[in-house]
Every structure is written in structure tokens, then in C-alpha cells.
């Protein structure tokens, strides 16, 4: 029997090329403006029009400021960025939502949300981070800009086809752990290489039992384990998040895509390539304490030491924890904060939202901590003031910017300086990714929250 993953690819084939890639249909193409200029460049050069204008949607997020979008960018490659998106979107017919506009956001936040990204499609976009459309049950996976040329023109890309690999994380999860502690726990167990090569499904009670806006984490995290991507199958959770949705289906096109949703499925049979098996219990709060996502450990843990290591292993770590200020052996808890952000695709959703704001209800900012709290999009900032967590917050001391990637990546004007440690919720802390000399610990937004209000790595399950 075959697996999901088998079904929505082989329904997606155009043609096997002999001894080759596969041709693939693409259903959605996603495009911001960082990877997208040359791709346009390229079509104009060879005079071509896009093949299926209507199945691509474009959007800035990168490189948008948080604060006063109203304004002309003041940073003048963001500018030049941002303004060649919007032309090429005008000069090539397609769906631009650009800063201000209601449906802007981070295009990963803003494709399931607005029922854009659907079970069972083929979704693509020039950026690693495409793998969150996952959740829905899409096979969804970042591709370069070569690629996403390839797609403009024909709806169609070449790929070679992953291998498969299940993760099962039986059990139930306990208090003060979410989906992005289950994501580090994985990478931590497994490493940032540990799934080359495969294309994730994640099954199990515990993946079941996260909301959607916990699977497009887990989804959204999987390229750092070196997976193509991730996915979910979808169930009636899936369909009651899509359910009245802009771009989702109405009426009786509703009810024969759920039909068709239901048979999405791997078979009792199903046969990966791989299989592992995880148990909720084993996973507490996370932090890293190095350079890359791999690099974690439970909150409560030490950094390992060097015992049993090897010596080119050796000199990698020592070269990690020097850039970080860290020591083999060391605990975590009670260290000195300077920035803490909350947001990015991988945890810039209302639930996120919610989880920090439960955290600093009734408590104050700590006076060491710069903290940037972004939403996702328009529509998590339009919820957020919907159910009063703006005053929760502003009671607090914090102040919510506006929508965009912020300081997930030094790419606008939210960057962390040279030296400071940041608690971040986005979803890599590479040497420099949020700054250069930046120092960044990703955690979940309670972690985050808890640092926020005391000025230092703190176990949250102490606070809520």
C-alpha cells in the first residue's frame, strides 16, 4: 500500500523522465522578494507569460520593516526589493498582497489562513521554510530560484523523488510543552542531517493532538532535521480550520473536497523507507545552546560535555559554544537575557499569541529585556486585538510591531547587535542569522515569555 506521501505525488506526475527527475505539477506557487527578481528577470528575457497566472500568489515579507509600513521604506535595497515584487506581479497578471494590505503577512502564515494552502496539493515557494503548508496534509517544499522560474513558466518543476520516513511521538505531552519543543526534542535526538534524503509524515496521539497552528510549527521545522519537507495528514481538525476560509471551497465543492480529504491517508500497510518512534513524556521546555537547531536540550539539562567526543566533533562544538559564550557542562537556567522575540512562520500565530500572553498576564517586562513581539500577519494582529491580548501585553510593558519576518533573519532593521543574547521563537540561530555577532537560543513562546518577564532563561512550568 502506499504512503500519503505517494498518493499526492504519483496524482501530481506529468511525466517520469527515464533514469531522471520527475516532471511535477504544481498546484501553488508562493512568491516573496528575496527569491523571486530573477526568476521574472528571466521570463522577461525569454519573453515568456506565466502558464497558470491564477495559482500564484505573491507577497513581501523578508525584508518589510515592522514599524510604520504606511511610510516609503527607508533601507534602499528593502525598497528596490519590496517595489520590484509588486511590479512584477502587476506586469505578470498575478495576486500581490503588499505592505498594508489586509492579507499581507508572512507568506507561510498568510497561505493556510486564508485556505490557500489545501489538503493534497503540490506547494511551492523560494523559501526552505515552505515545508509549514505541510500541516494541511500538502506536500509542500522550498525550491530555488532557478526553480521557481521553471514554475512561473510551465506549473511544473523537475524533482527527484524523496524517500519516505514516518515519525511517530506516541503518548500525551505535559505541562508547558508545545509543538516547538517537540520539533527541537526531534532535532536534538536526531540532528540537523538526521532526515537528508526523506520527505517527514508525522503521525502519533501527540501529533493528532496539536492544533493546526502546533502542526504548521512542527511542519514548518522539519527542513532543519534536512528533510525535503513535512506533513500531516489531514483530519477533521484540518477540515474545521479550512471551513469558511477566503480561499478555501464553499458549498457542494466543500463537501467533495472533504470527501476526497478523507481518503488522504498512509495505508495500515503503508511501507517507508524509515520509521522512528518518540514518546511524548521523554520531552520537556527546550532551549539550544548552540549554532545550529540540533544543538538542544531540555531547559532543566546542562550543555554536554566533551566526554566520549570525537576530535573533529570536538573542535565544531568548542567552536559553537565559544561564539555563544558557553562552557561544556553548563546550566542554562538563570542566564542573563537581552532580547526576546516573538514571532516568525514558525511560532508568529494567535496561538503563539496566546501562549506568551498567558505567561505575562499580571507581571512586567523585565527592564533588561528589549523584546519584539511580531505577528504573522494582519489577520493573527487583527485576532490578537479581537480578544484583548494587546492589553494583556501593553499592560505588561510590551508593544506589538507590525507584520513581516522581523528578527527571524538580519534582513530589515530588526537585528540583534554583536554579543547579545536573544530568546528567540523563530527557527534558526546560525552564527549571525539574526545579526552579525548576534547570539540566539530558540525556544517556544512560553520559554520566550518567561525570559521576558524575568530577564533570564526560566522554566516556564514555574510561572504558568
Not at 513558466?153 to 514516518?166: N, V
Not at 508545545?178 to 496521539?205: H, P, Q, R
Not at 493528532?208 to 502546533?214: F, K, T
Not at 505567561?359 to 528589549?370: F, L, P, S
Request: proline share 5%; charged share 20%; net charge negative.
Amino acid at each position: 500500500m502506499n504512503t500519503l506521501f505517494d498518493k499526492i505525488w504519483d496524482t501530481h506526475v506529468v511525466q517520469q523522465i527515464e533514469e531522471g527527475p520527475t516532471q511535477l505539477y504544481i498546484d501553488r506557487l508562493y512568491c516573496h522578494e528575496v527569491t523571486s527578481p530573477q526568476a521574472f528577470a528571466g521570463m522577461r528575457e525569454r519573453g515568456l507569460k506565466c502558464l497558470r497566472p491564477m495559482q500564484i500568489f505573491c507577497m513581501p515579507d523578508h525584508n518589510t520593516p515592522t514599524h510604520d509600513q504606511d511610510k516609503p521604506i527607508e533601507d534602499p535595497v528593502s525598497k528596490k526589493q519590496v517595489d520590484t515584487l509588486a511590479r512584477n506581479a502587476k506586469d505578470f497578471g498575478l495576486s500581490h498582497f503588499g505592505m498594508m494590505d489586509p492579507k499581507n503577512g508572512i507568506i507561510h502564515v498568510v497561505g493556510p489562513e486564508r485556505g490557500l494552502s489545501l489538503p493534497g496539493m503540490t506547494i511551492v515557494c523560494g523559501d526552505s521554510h515552505t515545508s509549514t503548508h505541510g500541516a494541511v496534509g500538502a506536500v509542500a517544499f522550498g525550491i530555488g530560484t532557478s526553480e521557481v522560474e521553471m514554475v512561473l513558466a510551465s506549473q511544473c518543476i523537475l524533482q527527484q523523488k524523496p524517500k519516505s520516513m514516518r515519525i511517530n511521538i506516541s503518548g500525551k505531552l505535559g505541562k508547558g510543552v508545545t509543538a516547538k519543543d517537540v520539533a527541537l526534542y526531534l532535532m536534538s535526538k536526531i540532528s540537523t542531517s538526521g532526515a537528508t534524503g526523506y520527505f517527514i509524515e508525522y503521525a502519533g496521539s501527540v501529533v493528532s493532538d496539536l492544533s493546526m497552528e502546533g502542526r504548521l510549527t512542527l511542519c514548518n521545522l522539519s527542513i532543519e532535521m534536512g528533510a525535503r519537507g513535512g506533513f500531516i495528514a489531514p483530519d477533521e481538525k484540518t477540515f474545521e480550520y479550512l471551513k469558511g476560509r477566503e480561499y478555501a471551497p464553499t458549498g457542494e465543492a466543500w463537501d467533495k473536497a472533504v470527501a476526497y480529504w478523507k481518503t488522504l491517508k498512509s495505508g495500515d500497510d503503508a511501507v517507508f523507507d524509515k520509521e522512528l518512534y518518540f514518546e511524548g513524556a521523554d520531552i520537556q521546555p527546550m532551549v539550544t545552546y548552540g549554532t545550529n537547531p540540533g544543538m538542544g536540550m531540555s531547559i532543566i539539562d546542562s550543555i554536554p560535555t566533551l566526554e566520549g567526543m570525537g576530535e573533529a566533533a570536538r573542535a565544531s562544538f568548542m567552536k559553537s559554544l565559544d561564539y555563544m559564550g558557553f562552557k561544556p557542562g553548563q546550566k542554562l537556567i538563570g542566564h542573563p537575557v537581552d532580547y526576546v522575540f516573538l514571532g516568525a512562520c514558525t511560532n508568529g500565530r494567535i496561538e503563539d499569541f496566546r501562549a506568551f500572553a498567558l505567561v505575562v498576564k499580571g507581571k512586567r517586562k523585565a527592564a533588561n529585556v528589549t523584546a519584539w513581539l511580531v505577528p504573522g500577519s494582519w489577520l493573527v494582529d487583527q485576532q490578537i486585538r479581537q480578544e484583548g491580548l494587546d492589553k494583556v501585553l501593553e499592560d505588561a510593558g510590551f508593544e506589538i510591531r507590525q507584520p513581516g519576518c522581523s528578527a527571524c533573519l538580519a534582513m530589515n532593521d530588526d537585528k540583534i547587535p554583536a554579543g547579545k543574547y536573544s530568546v528567540s521563537t523563530s527557527n534558526r540561530n546560525f552564527e549571525g542569522r539574526q545579526g552579525p555577532g548576534s547570539r540566539t537560543i530558540l525556544a517556544s513562546p512560553l520559554v520566550a515569555a518567561a525570559a521576558a518577564v524575568t530577564g533570564v532563561i526560566t522554566d516556564p512550568r514555574t510561572l504558568i
